[in-house]
C-alpha cells in the first residue's frame, strides 16, 4: 500500500487487512474522496465507541497493511481490542468494515435524457470505430473498480514529446469507474466496430437497424442488441451489431417521411435501457449523416454539451479538408431544421510526436481551434492493433496501457 504522507501528529502503523477488504477500503475512499489513513481513524473510532463486539471477520490471508493514525487513537486501539478479546487484526478489519456499512458506494449518477454521442468524420480511416469502442468502454467499467486516468492538462505535454512517447506513469490517477449503461451502434455497413468486438454481423436476410430506420422492422430491436461479455463492464455494455444492408440505407430512405428523424425513431423504443448511446458513423455525408446528425441534436429541457457530435482527427493535413464538409453539413443541418447541435469536441486520434512537425504543428493547429475544442489525444501504439486482431475490447485486452488511459480521460472530458 502507498501510505499518504503524514499529518499532524500521526505515527506509522502497521498491522494486516485480508486483501479483499483493504481493496475495498481503498475504492470506497476515493469514492468518497477522503485519504484512506482517514477512513481507518474514523472506523477506529466508531468502532471503540460501540457497546458490543461485532461479528468475527474472515482474516485469513491478511497481508501487511500501514497507514497512519494519531498516536493516542492507535494506543487506546490496541488498549480496546486486549479488553475485548479479539486480536488487532480483528479489531482493524472490524473497524474498516464498520467504515465501509457506514459509507457505502454512492450511486452512479444517471442522466435524465439518455445521451447520444455521435462519433464522426467524412474522412475513413481516422479511427472513428476505435475511439468510440474506447469511450464507450470507459463510460461502462464498474464504478466498483479502480481504473488508471490521465487528466486532460497532460494535452500540452504532448507537444513538448520527442523521441519518447511514453508518458510518467506518475502523472496518472487511479479513480473508479463510471459504471454506465453504454449501447455501441455499429452505423457503418463495413461493420468494423461489430468485428473488432468478436461480434457477427447481421444477416442480410434478418431485421436490422434500416429496417427498422425504413419502417420495415421485423421485431424488437432489442434482440439484435448483444452484450460484451467482459467482467469489468459488468453487463453494462452492448452491441448493436451493423447488417451490410445499410450499404442500402440512403436509397431506402429516400422514400421514407421525415428521414433526418428515422435513426431517432428506431433507437427511441430502448433508450430507457441505456446512459449513453454511442453511434460509429460512416465515412459519408450522405442521408445516414443527416440523421445521425438528427439524432445527437440538443433535444428540449436537455442540457448544452450532453449529446452532440464528437469529431475524430488525425495530426496530418488531410484530416482538416474533411472536418471542413463535416462541419459544413452539421451547420447547414442546423440551418435548415433550426437544430441545437453540440460540438462535443475533436479527438486528435493516431497521434505519434514522432513523426515529427507534420504531427506536432498539427496538433496545434486543432488546439487553436479552440470551438470546438480538443478534448483528447490517442496515441498511435500497438495495443490498439493487439486488441484488433484478438476481437477483445482495448480496456479490457490492456486496461493499463497508454491508449487505454487516453480513452478514460475523454471519456471524463465529454462527461464534465
Same mark, same amino acid.
Not at 457505502?104 to 444517471?110: E, F, G, N, T
Not at 440551418?335 to 433550426?338: E, M, Q, R, S
Given at each position: =500500500?502507498?501510505?499518504?504522507?503524514?499529518r499532524d501528529?500521526r505515527?506509522?502503523?502497521v498491522?494486516?487487512?485480508?486483501s479483499?477488504?483493504?481493496?475495498?477500503?481503498k475504492? #470506497?475512499?476515493?469514492?468518497?474522496?477522503?485519504d484512506m489513513?482517514?477512513a481507518?481513524e474514523?472506523?477506529i473510532?466508531?468502532?471503540r465507541g460501540?457497546g458490543?463486539?461485532l461479528?468475527?471477520?474472515d482474516t485469513?490471508?491478511?497481508?501487511?497493511?500501514? !497507514?497512519f493514525?494519531?498516536?493516542?487513537?492507535?494506543?487506546?486501539? #490496541?488498549? @480496546?481490542c486486549? +479488553?475485548r478479546g479479539?486480536?488487532?487484526?480483528q479489531?482493524?478489519?472490524?473497524?474498516?468494515?464498520v467504515w +465501509?456499512?457506514t459509507h457505502?458506494?454512492?450511486?452512479?449518477?444517471?442522466p @435524465? &435524457?439518455v445521451r447520444?454521442? *455521435?462519433v464522426?468524420?467524412q474522412?475513413g480511416?481516422?479511427?472513428k470505430?476505435?475511439?468510440t469502442?474506447g469511450?464507450?468502454?470507459?463510460?461502462?467499467?464498474?464504478?466498483t =473498480?479502480l481504473?488508471?486516468v490521465? *487528466?486532460s492538462?497532460h494535452?500540452?505535454?504532448l507537444?513538448e514529446?520527442?523521441?519518447?512517447?511514453?508518458?510518467d506513469?506518475?502523472?496518472l490517477e487511479?479513480?473508479?469507474?463510471?459504471g454506465?449503461r453504454?449501447?455501441?451502434v455499429d452505423?457503418?455497413p463495413?461493420?468494423? %466496430?461489430t468485428l473488432q468486438?468478436?461480434q457477427?454481423? %447481421?444477416?442480410?436476410?434478418g431485421d436490422s437497424?434500416?429496417?427498422?430506420?425504413a419502417?420495415?422492422?421485423?421485431?424488437?430491436l432489442r434482440e439484435?442488441i448483444v452484450?460484451i461479455?467482459e467482467?469489468r463492464?459488468g453487463?453494462?455494455l452492448?452491441l448493436?451489431?451493423a447488417?451490410?444492408d445499410?450499404?442500402?440505407l440512403?436509397v431506402r430512405l429516400?422514400?421514407? #417521411?421525415a #428521414?433526418?428523424a428515422?435513426l431517432e425513431?428506431?433507437?427511441s423504443p430502448?433508450?430507457n435501457?441505456?446512459?449513453v448511446i454511442?453511434?460509429?458513423?460512416p465515412p459519408? +455525408?450522405?442521408?445516414s449523416?443527416d440523421?445521425a446528425?438528427h439524432?445527437g441534436?440538443?433535444r428540449?429541457?436537455?442540457?448544452?454539451?450532453?449529446s452532440?457530435?464528437l469529431i475524430?482527427?488525425q495530426a496530418e @493535413?488531410?484530416?482538416?479538408?474533411?472536418?471542413?464538409?463535416?462541419t459544413?453539413?452539421i451547420?447547414?443541418?442546423r440551418?435548415?431544421?433550426?437544430l441545437?447541435v453540440?460540438?462535443?469536441g475533436l479527438v *486528435?486520434?493516431h497521434?505519434?510526436a514522432?513523426?515529427?512537425? &507534420?504531427a !506536432?504543428?498539427?496538433?496545434q493547429s486543432?488546439?487553436?481551434?479552440?470551438?470546438?475544442?480538443v478534448?483528447?489525444?490517442?496515441g498511435? /501504439?500497438?495495443?490498439q492493433?493487439e486488441?484488433?486482431?484478438?476481437?477483445?475490447p /482495448?480496456l479490457?485486452?490492456?486496461p493499463r496501457c497508454?491508449?487505454?488511459v487516453?480513452?478514460r480521460?475523454?471519456?471524463?472530458?465529454?462527461?464534465k
Open positions: =500500500m502507498t501510505s499518504p504522507e503524514p501528529n505515527d506509522k502503523v498491522s494486516k487487512l485480508p479483499w477488504l483493504r481493496q475495498e477500503l475504492v #470506497r475512499a476515493v469514492q468518497h474522496g477522503i489513513q482517514d481507518v474514523a472506523g473510532t466508531a468502532w460501540l458490543s463486539n461479528n468475527a471477520i485469513s490471508g491478511a497481508e501487511s497493511f500501514a !497507514t493514525l494519531p498516536a493516542e487513537l492507535w494506543t487506546g486501539f #490496541r488498549a @480496546d486486549k +479488553l479479539v486480536s488487532l487484526i479489531g482493524l478489519a472490524q473497524s474498516v468494515q +465501509l456499512d457505502p458506494a454512492p450511486a452512479v449518477k444517471r @435524465d &435524457i447520444r454521442i *455521435v464522426c468524420n474522412k480511416g481516422v479511427g470505430t476505435a475511439v469502442a469511450t464507450g468502454e470507459a463510460l461502462a467499467e464498474s464504478s =473498480m481504473v488508471p490521465r *487528466v492538462k494535452f500540452a505535454a507537444l514529446e520527442n523521441e519518447d512517447s511514453t508518458h506513469p506518475l502523472a487511479d479513480l473508479p469507474g463510471l454506465q453504454v449501447l455501441l452505423f457503418d463495413q461493420g468494423h %466496430l468486438l468478436g457477427e454481423p %447481421l444477416p442480410m436476410d437497424l434500416t429496417n427498422h430506420m419502417g420495415d422492422g421485423k421485431g424488437d439484435l452484450p461479455d467482467d463492464f453487463g453494462r452492448h448493436l451489431p447488417c451490410t445499410a450499404f442500402l440512403d429516400s422514400g421514407v #417521411r #428521414r433526418e428515422s425513431r428506431a433507437l430502448i433508450e435501457d441505456y446512459d454511442l453511434i460509429d458513423c459519408s +455525408l450522405g442521408m449523416m440523421a446528425i439524432y441534436r440538443r428540449n429541457q436537455e442540457t448544452p454539451g450532453n452532440g457530435a475524430v482527427v @493535413d488531410s484530416s482538416a479538408d474533411a472536418y471542413g464538409l463535416l459544413s453539413q451547420e447547414d443541418m440551418t435548415d431544421l433550426a441545437d453540440d460540438y462535443l *486528435v486520434n497521434y505519434d514522432r513523426r515529427g512537425y &507534420i !506536432t504543428s498539427s496538433l486543432w488546439m487553436d481551434i479552440k470551438d470546438p475544442r478534448v483528447g489525444v490517442i498511435d /501504439l500497438k495495443e492493433k486488441a484488433v486482431r484478438a476481437k477483445r /482495448l479490457a485486452y490492456a497508454d491508449q487505454s487516453g480513452m480521460a475523454l471519456a471524463r472530458e465529454i462527461s
